[in-house]
């Protein structure tokens, strides 16, 4: 289905992650929808909720790129094992000193 | 404390104390955030640079209302300043960072529509608003200046290419498209023969309802609405292809308002269809492009919707073509200034914005600015052309055509501009209304 | 002073015109009341005590230096607004009078290359300045909270605090030297001396500081000359847990102290932050029970400097006691920080649980590193007593980042974040606010520290602690203020500068609060 069809925009059903939150969509996650009685949530169909996700993660990675021509993560540094500078750190997080 | 005449609240009577009711909340939503990360990315703000057109004070207005402050005549010019591009409401941290989490999100889009509308209720109209919706309920169609607009020539665009009328999937082709800038419908119509899409035009095809809904007219706008699903329903219709972002705007946003469940049409936009045929190698680029080009985000795809991807996969498929990029989210603060009537009421804000943009484009050393947006084209191509080096505005399905081998241009020379060749249309873009008096 | 009010006929409006011209000038109600409010604490429900008379929307200097001058004639206060973000109330009228709102003046005036400095007008923004600079390989890093929204001339106003300022300083450091309309119409240059691109001079007094910080009580920012540095080749962002707001703490001083000189700023979240940010950051619900507080740390640099040195701060983090989070939490949160503004849905009700829209407010200090854990406990327990009390507050927790330009060891930003309900402010609460932030200021200079570290101290609340903090300088301000701004039209009722005119002047709070506690 490439286009838009009213009947696909309902939300799948919610499984509860705890007392506050819920996720309905895979890696979503919601507020509990008891928490909204005095500020009530409004009908937004599926692919804005989709649409906002997709966004923010872009955002993110835009601001990224604003900041630096690249980022370095913890990862990297850890898998370049041959580095001598590696002296001292360890990926399970123990403290090695 | 002040000067002010103290505003009489009754005397806007039930209407403004419904809407207030209606949107105290969202506008609290706004007002106790108070950041204002929506300004910067506001095209109408970034050339006004007045407080009064910023999102932040379209929601803050609704709290004075509440308050008894001032009333909907105080307000309604300000509400012009804005072209639903939906940057706002997309930037604001209330949406992007947690508006699926709480299923509620900004909406200033709606906010504006509805003030609009409060306005036209409540008998505040804007002249030029007023003038062109009654042109297009008289004429079914928008009033597209410069050329000729009649029911009987809706599908004049047409002429020689023998399509048929009806049948599951219909191309509905937008206003702007259907009476000024023809090659693009065209092109549409003979990219999707050439990949073998199965289509037909209405029986009677109306002007959409959108640009009323957006303007405050909504009784207006339904019954084009009626119309228009009236037809569907009578031709067999299953899926409707738009080639214009403010039609798929108005078909999955405004009209499920309208019908509810009942409203089973899939709604395709022509990019997602074009990228998926290429994809699928049912259509092929025989042609190279041998030209530097950049792409401009309609804001009602990529803001609005999130479409970004499949026009530069197209871009990106052409041969010949070098494709210049500016990145999605950079252009959510990039507009062309041509939506929501800004262009009627406001012609030389929308002057200003396209003439921004089509000189971001320039300054990347391309010879063309590409746009997936029929009602952009008209306003960046009257700016474009102005450049000391004149800039071209092309639509994609008109590059697509050329890129496939068939034949987009339009059925005149005056109407069209040419396949790539750009339109260069006379300075009166969508204002001067004064011409439908 | 209080002027009378501005009749939307009067003659004034005409005398402004021909300064500004017709679009310059705007008396009509929303575009008054709309420039009236900031993200600060503000009683809403008061709104209209506060609205201005009008608003001037100037294109250049001389058009402010006119209506300064004609505000000194007619005894109309004057207030400049910029980017109206501010978590302080610098920009909010206390005394109506003339807005100065800047946001046309935001042109690029020069980009200068060679001797890399940028000059711009007060109403740019720097995000959309920084998309200019990119072009050039340079940028200019002023990174707030607010950073796509706020402008120049409100970052000189209130000397503002940069996220990544322990790398590149703050806006003090970053600004070499601007051009200001003084109370009386003179326009000046400040600098460090008076070279316009000169970042360290000897000659006469530290002008540039004088004026950096001024809340619009010294006059209105014109022009601003912009240090350019080059475009970091990396990021390098990294945030650890800990088991407790203890070890965290320790390894924030221990990672202070590290003397990496890319070391861009380290910030520590305290256990009401996790816990705040467990209802509903998706980076943080899934988090284990046992990450109690985080600490983040961001590098920016080349690859060669930053790779060897983000080794070594890894490693500090760990024997420290943390545990990483993550490269993708790290990341994505660090990305999240440089437009970190409150959304109101965070705001919850102690009774109930129900979300309802609250304003942030948040509150900010200058505090030494050894005072921390004890400034934690006492605000925690202020915001805790009127969240009971009325019912329309919540605690969103503590941040401690460090504060000092390149020396990142010694003193911290600490803010506390406070969810007040506004749709429900009235007298009563909001006096009750009041006091709470008075109550806050007073354990910051308790514990040998500043009200403010990069908001402002004018606020009700603050400002009656302002000359307790200062001292002897406080004396000082108040013959500054006297002598540049005789007539005190800029801004009037700020700091309780009042009193510079007469010792007996009434806070310009009084009348406004018929509630009380």
Redesign the interface.
């Known amino acids: 289905m490439l286009g838009f069809l009213l009947s696909r925009q309902r939300p799948p059903e919610a499984r509860r992650i705890n007392d506050d939150v819920i996720m309905r969509f895979d890696h979503v996650y919601e507020v509990a929808p008891g928490k909204m009685d005095l500020f009530p949530q409004q009908d937004i169909p599926a692919w804005d909720t989709l649409r906002i996700v997709a966004s923010r993660w872009d955002h993110l990675a835009w601001m990224h790129d604003h900041w630096a021509d690249s980022v370095l993560g913890v990862e990297e540094l850890e898998s370049e094992a041959d580095d001598p500078d590696l002296d001292g750190i360890q990926a399970s997080g123990v403290p090695s000193g | 404390?002040?000067?002010?005449a103290p505003y009489d609240p009754t005397s806007d009577g039930e209407l403004q104390q419904e809407f207030v009711e209606q949107w105290?909340?969202a506008a609290?939503?706004c007002?106790?955030?108070?950041?204002?990360?929506?300004?910067?990315?506001c095209p109408v703000m970034q050339v006004t640079?007045?407080?009064?057109h910023?999102p932040?004070?379209f929601h803050?207005?609704v709290?004075?209302m509440e308050?008894g402050?001032?009333g909907i005549a105080?307000?309604a010019e300000?509400y012009v300043h804005c072209t639903q591009c939906g940057a706002c409401e997309?930037?604001c941290?209330?949406?992007?960072?947690?508006?699926?989490?709480?299923?509620?999100?900004t909406?200033t889009v709606k906010l504006v529509k509805a003030m609009r509308a409060l306005a036209v209720d409540s008998g505040v109209e804007q002249p030029h608003w007023k003038r062109w919706i009654e042109a297009t309920v008289d004429r079914r169609n928008e009033p597209v200046l410069e050329v000729p607009v009649e029911q009987e020539r809706v599908r004049d665009w047409a002429e020689g290419l023998d399509l048929a009328t009806g049948g599951e999937t219909v191309l509905f082709v937008d206003c702007e498209a259907a009476f000024f800038r023809t090659s693009v419908a065209r092109s549409t119509a003979q990219v999707l023969n050439a990949a073998g899409v199965e289509f037909g035009l209405m029986r009677e095809q109306w002007c959409c309802g959108g640009p009323a809904s957006e303007m405050g007219y909504t009784a207006h706008a339904r019954n084009f609405a009626e119309h228009n699903v009236a037809d569907w329903r009578a031709i067999g219709a299953r899926?409707i292809i738009t080639l214009d972002p403010h039609d798929y705007i108005t078909?999955?946003e405004d009209y499920?308002t309208y019908f509810g469940?009942a409203?089973?049409?899939?709604?395709?936009?022509i990019t997602?269809?074009v990228a998926?045929l290429v994809r699928d190698g049912k259509l092929t680029f025989t042609q190279p492009i041998e030209r530097v080009v950049t792409y401009h985000d309609p804001c009602r795809l990529n803001k609005r919707?999130?479409i970004h991807e499949s026009p530069r996969e197209i871009l990106r498929a052409i041969p010949g073509l070098t494709f210049k990029d500016v990145?999605?989210?950079?252009q959510w603060s990039y507009c062309s200034g041509a939506g929501a009537g800004l262009a009627i009421e406001k012609p030389e804000i929308t002057a200003e914005i396209s003439r921004r943009r089509v000189t971001q484009a320039a300054d990347l050393g391309v010879d063309a600015l590409v746009s997936a947006c029929v009602w952009s084209e008209r306003p960046l191509s009257e700016q474009g052309a102005k450049l000391e080096q004149p800039l071209d505005v092309i639509d994609l399905m008109e590059l697509v055509a050329q890129a496939a081998g068939v034949d987009g241009r339009g059925v005149t020379a005056v109407r069209s501009g040419g396949a790539v060749a750009g339109v260069r249309g006379g300075e009166a873009s969508r204002g001067a209304p004064e011409a439908l008096a | 002073m209080t002027a009378p009010p501005i009749a939307q006929s009067d003659p004034f409006l005409d005398e402004l015109r021909s300064i500004l011209g017709p679009d310059g000038v705007r008396a009509d109600k929303p575009a008054r009341w709309n420039r009236t409010r900031v993200p600060a604490p503000f009683p809403v429900h008061r709104w209209a005590d506060y609205a201005p008379d009008v608003v001037v929307l100037p294109r250049t200097a001389q058009e402010i230096a006119g209506v300064v001058r004609l505000a000194n004639r007619h005894g109309i206060p004057v207030v400049p607004r910029a980017g109206a973000t501010g978590l302080n109330d610098g920009a909010v009228p206390l005394r109506r009078g003339i807005i100065v709102d800047v946001k046309r003046m935001n042109q690029i005036r020069e980009i200068d290359l060679v001797d890399r400095t940028v000059t711009v007008g007060p109403g740019i923004n720097m995000l959309k300045l920084n998309e200019e600079l990119r072009k050039h390989g340079v940028m200019f890093p002023d990174d707030p909270a607010s950073y796509p929204c706020s402008l120049v001339g409100g970052r000189i106003g209130t000397s503002g605090w940069s996220l990544i300022g322990g790398r590149y300083g703050h806006t003090r450091d970053l600004v070499i030297s601007f051009e200001i309309v003084l109370p009386t119409g003179e326009i000046i240059r400040v600098g460090d001396g008076g070279g316009r691109k000169i970042r360290k001079s000897s000659t006469g007094y530290q002008l540039k500081h004088l004026f950096m910080g001024h809340q619009g009580t010294l006059g209105i920012v014109t022009e601003a000359t912009l240090e350019l540095v080059p475009r970091p080749e990396v990021e390098f962002a990294a945030f650890f847990h800990y088991p407790s707001f203890q070890a965290a703490y320790e390894s924030t001083g221990a990672l202070t102290k590290s003397g990496l000189a890319t070391l861009a700023g380290v910030v520590l979240f305290d256990e009401w932050k996790l816990r705040y940010l467990r209802r509903d950051d998706e980076a943080y619900i899934p988090q284990a029970e046992n990450v109690r507080a985080v600490v983040a740390t961001a590098m920016y640099g080349t690859r060669d400097e930053v790779k060897p040195a983000a080794r070594r701060l890894v490693r500090t983090a760990r024997e420290s006691g943390g545990t990483y989070l993550g490269d993708e939490v790290s990341q994505g949160d660090w990305a999240a920080r440089h437009d970190r503004y409150a959304t109101p849905l965070h705001g919850r009700l102690r009774t109930t649980g129900q979300v309802v829209p609250m304003s942030w407010h948040c509150e900010d200090a200058a505090i030494n590193y050894s005072a921390l854990p004890q400034v934690m406990e006492e605000w925690h327990a202020i915001a805790d007593r009127i969240i009971d009390r009325y019912g329309i507050f919540d605690d969103w927790g503590m941040f401690f980042y460090t504060n000092a330009a390149h020396k990142p060891w010694g003193d911290y930003l600490v803010e506390i974040d406070i969810g007040i309900w506004e749709q429900k402010l009235d007298d009563v609460n909001w006096a009750g606010w009041v006091e709470a932030k008075h109550d806050i200021a007073a354990v910051a200079l308790k514990y040998g520290g500043s009200i403010t570290a990069c908001h402002g101290a004018t606020r009700e609340g603050d400002a009656e602690l302002a000359a307790e903090e200062m001292g002897g300088g406080f004396e000082v301000m108040k013959a500054i203020k006297r002598v540049l701004d005789p007539n005190n039209i800029m801004n009037p009722g700020k700091y309780e500068l009042d009193t510079a005119y007469d010792p007996n002047a009434p806070s310009p709070f009084s009348g406004r609060r018929t509630g009380g506690n």
């Not at chain 2, 007002?31 to 990315?41: A, D, L, N, Q, Y």
């Not at chain 2, 409203?263 to 936009?269: Q, R, S, T, V």
């Not at chain 2, 990145?327 to 950079?330: A, F, G, I, L, N």
């Open positions: 404390m002040t000067a002010d105290r909340n609290y939503g007002f106790s955030s108070g950041h204002k990360f929506c300004r910067e990315v640079r007045n407080e009064n910023t932040t004070a803050a207005n709290v004075a308050q402050a001032y105080d307000v300000d997309l930037r941290p209330n949406t992007l960072f947690t508006g699926d989490f709480y299923r509620n999100r909406q899926r078909f999955t499920p469940a409203y089973d049409f899939e709604i395709l936009h997602e269809l998926d919707k999130g990145d999605h989210v950079t």
